[in-house]
């Protein structure tokens, strides 16, 4: 009668093991070939079956991360058993200490861990009266990345070895699913930064092909006057920051040369800086240039595009002509300067970027703000580092370098070879207002180029008496304009009782000084 009862437990045993042997057959063939996309509904599945087939109450499948955190990513409870805790973070030291050796820990009655793992006992009667439980670590490449937790609520579960070795293979197989999925997170994350940086390289190279022919060839700010050398001291102190600069100045007087100077020396300088000329764009159009669309936004809108702020992400936007942005597009801008984000046009979800922001205007923005044509929280946001560039009239004594200057350039364009030129040409150059700044000389200069024949290069400078140029707001040009006025009513006389210097309240060397700081002449006269 004991060998028939011997023979059964031995058969039962036998049939059991053979059952659990099928069912992890089982549930290693369903992880072969399994999408990636239903790996972590595979494994809870698993768990499930595991859990039933062994009466254990939950089983969970933790994740170990970098700094040793453990993070709950899988688990199947029984109903009415307590959900595991979402992190483990020093609740059960020496448990977690084993983990992260690769120990295998199992304990049929907590109620027996010594005294050294009273916080481990404290976390199963918090847990709601853990009896049992058992964990196997897994490592990959020598590390611990994850471990499987199984724990018995109602009855002292037995862990026999061979039991034990079995879960193991179970647990490479859950193991190496994850790390299938997590080696395919890593390539698709890859492939969507190499995506975006594609489309960023792309967008760069579109933009800096309507850069490629810049107002000046040569890459230097020439100039010696005192008022060009305080704006290249300006350049200096704001370009190692990444606050916003607003650069202020006439049309033709080399904005974007100053914005470039900005850019190179600063830290985003190994980055393209990328120039958006707000009064060139459609009003219909420049929200999709700045900001971005995706496919479908608008009729038309056949493929996805990025804008040029995301172009710009990690360097510089240049913003040509700010104060023909239109209104409605303000705020936008002025949520990207202060918060880094903004969305493209037909997705919702904002989009993160770290751009420094350098505008320019030949406006009066104060006024525009004034007037309703500007948002004044914007020109407030912009007018962080104001720059005023001076028209080229108030540094004439620049004159001969930037000629000079262009026509080295031009010779190398039209391969013609200039020695001189005329004191006539020059003085000519000097004396003119220059209502087009530096674009307009570099016009002037390249027409007298085409035309030359000779190693004498003589330049037409426009009709002086003929120059129409709007008048001047800035402070120098209004006090010129006045001294120019007080010393035609007195026919040039500096000196002397009803001289000018007594009529302005100066010292005649005082005015003498002044005229010379702002090339103040007698064929300046207007009588």
Known sequence: MEAYQNHKIKEVALIDRLKFEALLSDLSAAFINVPVSEVDGKIEQGLQRIVEFLGVDRSTVWKVSPDGEMLCTHSFALPGIQPPPAVIA???????????????????????????????????????????????????????????????????????EELINRLRLLWDVFTNAVERKRADQKIQKALVEIEILK???????????????????????????DVIQRVLLRVEQVAATDS???????????????????????????????????????????????????????????SRQIGRFEAA?????????????????????LRVIQEGQ??????????DVDVRVIAATNRNLALAVK??????????????????????????????????????????SFDKKIERIPKKSMDAMELYQWP??????????????????????IVDVPD??????????????????????????????????????????????TLESKMKKLCIRKSDSTS
Request: charged share 25%.
């Open 436 to 457: 087009g700044n530096i674009r307009e000389l570099r016009n002037v200069v390249e027409r007298a180029m085409i035309l030359s024949s000779g190693p004498s290069l």
């Open 244 to 302: 916003t600069v607003l650069i202020l100045g006439e049309t033709g007087t080399g904005k974007e040369l100053i914005a470039r100077a900005i850019h190179r020396s600063g830290s985003r300088r190994n980055r393209a800086m990328i120039k958006v000329n707000c009064a060139a764009l459609p009003a219909a159009l420049i929200e999709s240039e700045l900001f971005g669309r995706e496919k479908g936004a608008y009729t038309g809108a056949v």
């Open 464 to 509: 002086i008496s003929a120059a129409v140029s709007a008048p001047s707001l800035f402070i120098s040009d209004m006090e010129r304009n006045h001294i120019i006025s007080v010393l035609d009513r007195t026919r040039w006389r500096v000196r002397g009782t009803h001289g000018a210097a007594e009529i302005l309240g100066l010292k005649p060397t």
């Open 199 to 225: 489309d960023r390289l792309e967008a760069e190279n579109l933009y800096l092909k309507d850069q490629i022919d810049i107002e000046y060839k040569h890459e230097e700010i020439i100039g010696r006057s």
């Open 90 to 160: 020093n609740l059960v030291p020496v448990w977690e200490s084993m983990v992260l050796h690769g120990e295998i820990f199992e304990i049929s009655d907590v109620d027996e861990l010594p005294e050294s793992q009273w916080r481990e006992k404290e976390y199963c009667r918090d847990q709601g009266g853990i009896k049992s439980i058992m964990f196997i670590p897994a490592s990959v490449g020598g590390v611990v990345g994850g471990f499987i937790t199984f724990v018995s609520y109602s009855v002292k579960q037995a862990w026999p």
């Open 371 to 412: 007037e309703g044509r500007f948002r004044e929280d914007l020109y407030y946001r912009l007018n962080v580092f104001p720059i005023s560039v001076p028209p080229l009239r108030d540094r004439r004594e620049d004159i001969p370098l930037l000629v000079w200057a262009m026509v080295e350039e031009f010779s190398r």
């Open 342 to 351: 903004f969305e493209r046009l037909g997705n919702p979800h904002p989009v």
């Open 313 to 333: 992400n990690g360097s510089t936007i240049f913003l040509d002509e700010i104060g023909d942005l239109p209104l409605e597009l303000q705020s936008k801008l």
